[in-house]
């Protein structure tokens, strides 16, 4: 049979192998099938990230991560010449905004080759916070000329509060599961990984047809967009927070200095405490503001679920 050969670029970033988990997953489709090439290039940060991380280490990347400070990486290794027909990117908010990877690739001069005018799908892993990190990929595709045409999700399954733990214990442990012997295992969830290769389909025939219009609204469909509206409260207070903590500790030093460690240190002991004691007060309010503001509430999940910028 005779067919053009189409050509996929993943562009991913993990530092525990969830995102590449996720990322197989939905790409089932595609891996394998002669009619397609697909590639994947990891971005590798020139100075190795911890994992687990210390407790000093993971709060003390906050205020270059919230400001969108890039880091030299390691050259690609794919050839940048090549004319793709698809990106899919793949990646983790952190602290609200892209993890400093993958945003440090976005602002270099190969993405702007590589991504110029492409159709673009994002493939994001997280405890469950991810509108900020993509309200800001929106902004750097449209800068990069590319269009975002679908957007996927991958959150952990457990409530606000039970992930607040595991995603610790995740990060800072390196415990994946049954943390204390009693918590669940924190990530993206075999459920979801096993109904993923249904969003590949989808993902295939929009490629075939060269028609990504319909795509997301299938995806929504599909469950891979959830959108909560205790969560999208709760961050918005953290989106609107975070760039003036991170400048506050900026002002007294720069990365992992002497100066600023007194104000990570209190960053790191607030950040948890808030939400812990935030997290059943805004379920309630989230509880009662459909009753209040039902529509208010309505339009911004749909805004979130689709791929057009405000
Ligand atoms: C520094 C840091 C900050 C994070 N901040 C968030 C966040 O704001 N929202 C969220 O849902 N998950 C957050 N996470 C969890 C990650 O999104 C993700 O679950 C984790 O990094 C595992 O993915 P990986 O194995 O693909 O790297 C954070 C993780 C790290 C390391």
């Not at 050509?7 to 996720?22: D, E, M, N, P, S």
């Not at 100075?47 to 709060?59: A, G, N, R, T």
């Not at 969108?68 to 793949?90: A, K, M, R, S």
Request: net charge positive.
């Amino acid at each position: 049979m005779c067919f053009t050969l189409k050509k996929i670029l993943v562009i991913y970033y993990t530092q525990t192998g969830q995102a590449r988990l996720a990322l197989d997953a939905v790409l089932k489709p595609f891996l394998g099938n002669p009619e397609y090439k697909v590639d994947f290039e990891l971005i590798r940060p020139k100075k190795q990230l911890p994992y687990p991380w210390k407790y000093s280490e993971f709060f003390d990347v906050f205020p270059e991560n919230v400001h969108g400070i890039p880091f030299d990486f390691e050259p690609l290794t794919i050839d940048i010449n090549t004319d793709y027909d698809l990106v899919i990117i793949g990646y983790q908010p952190w602290f609200l905004s892209i993890c400093r990877p993958v945003n440090s690739f976005l602002l270099s001069d190969v993405a702007k080759k590589l991504l110029n005018g492409k159709p673009v799908i994002t493939i994001i892993n997280c405890r469950n916070m991810w509108l900020g990190a993509q309200e800001k990929m929106k902004r750097c595709l449209l800068d990069l000329n590319s269009k975002l045409v679908g957007n996927i999700v991958f959150a952990d399954r457990s409530s606000n509060l039970t992930s607040l733990v595991t995603v610790l214990a995740f990060e800072l442990k390196g415990v994946k599961q049954n943390f204390m012997g009693m918590f669940p295992r924190y990530g993206v969830s075999d459920k979801d990984l096993e109904a993923a290769p249904q969003i590949g389909k989808l993902i295939e025939t929009a490629l075939k047809q060269n028609n990504f219009d319909k795509l997301q609204d299938l995806i929504v469909a599909k469950d891979f967009v959830t959108v909560k509206p205790n969560l999208l409260l709760m961050e918005g207070r953290g989106r609107a927070l975070f760039p003036l903590y991170a400048n506050y500790v900026s002002k007294k030093g720069t990365a992992g200095s002497e100066e600023r460690k007194g104000r990570v240190r209190t960053f790191g002991i607030v950040l948890p405490t808030a939400i812990l004691i935030l997290s059943p007060i805004i379920t309630i309010v989230s509880r009662l503001a459909p009753l209040i503001a039902y529509a208010k509430i309505k339009r911004q999940v749909h805004y979130y679920q689709q791929n057009s910028l405000k």
